[in-house]
T-cell receptor
């Protein structure tokens, strides 16, 4: 157990729907990162939050949004889902922002049918 | 934009053979991190290199950071089945944002 908790572990939904993925960072970590990993592909950085504020943005689609709450947990919202959004979504946390060591959660596997 | 190129994409080895993956950046990095992702798992931090020319060892794994802080390598001696997985490098740019390599998948031939 890495200390980063992601829910749900698996999610199956239909095109056009909206889902929310949740992440609780490791205790003491202030920064949360979201990554997308399609089948057998690399890690695509989506977005980073630090202590509730957006810190950096990667290749995040406009249909996707995220936020970090005062208790430091984060949610990634994916809307108007398309087949190509099927992927593993990882949350990672670090003590502070910037290039600190990342601790990853087990991921949420999204399947869009 | 800034990129970190990682090669090879795949490497097939016999158990007991060595394995090496390389990362090259277009610009100078502040530091570089290495992660391992087992099949079906999540990336797990292995090591961070910060200094120019730094070499660190973890048992059979040797990590190097180039003198110009633009390239890095991971070498595994005498691979074992437990080494199977994808190895990612992630370089920190001047803003300390991580730029990830595409990963090298280590496959042990049956």
């Amino acid at each position: 157990d890495s200390g980063v908790t992601q829910t749900p572990k698996h999610l199956i939904t239909a095109t056009g729907q909206r889902v929310t993925l949740r992440c609780s960072p490791r205790s003491g970590d202030l920064s949360v990162y979201w990554y997308q990993q399609s089948l057998d592909q690399g890690l695509q950085f989506l977005i980073q939050y630090y202590n509730g504020e957006e810190r950096a943005k990667g290749n995040i689609l406009e249909r996707f949004s995220a936020q970090q709450f005062p208790d430091l947990h984060s949610e990634l919202n994916l809307s108007s889902l398309e087949l190509g959004d099927s992927a593993l979504y990882f949350c990672a946390s670090s003590v502070v922002g910037g290039a600190n060591v990342l601790t990853f959660g087990a991921g949420s596997r999204l399947t869009v049918l | 934009g800034q990129q970190v190129m990682q090669i090879p994409q795949y490497q097939h080895v016999q158990e007991g053979e060595d394995f090496t993956t390389y990362c090259n950046s277009s610009t100078t990095l502040s530091n570089i991190q290495w992660y391992k992702q087992r099949p079906g798992g999540h990336p797990v931090f292995l090591i961070q290199l910060v200094k120019s020319g730094e070499v660190k060892k973890q048992k059979r794994l040797t990590f190097q950071f180039g003198e110009a802080k633009k390239n890095s390598s991971l070498h595994i001696t005498a691979t074992q089945t437990t080494d199977v997985g994808t190895y990612f490098c992630a370089g920190a740019d001047s803003n300390y944002q991580l730029i990830w390599g595409a990963g090298t998948k280590l496959i042990i031939k049956p």
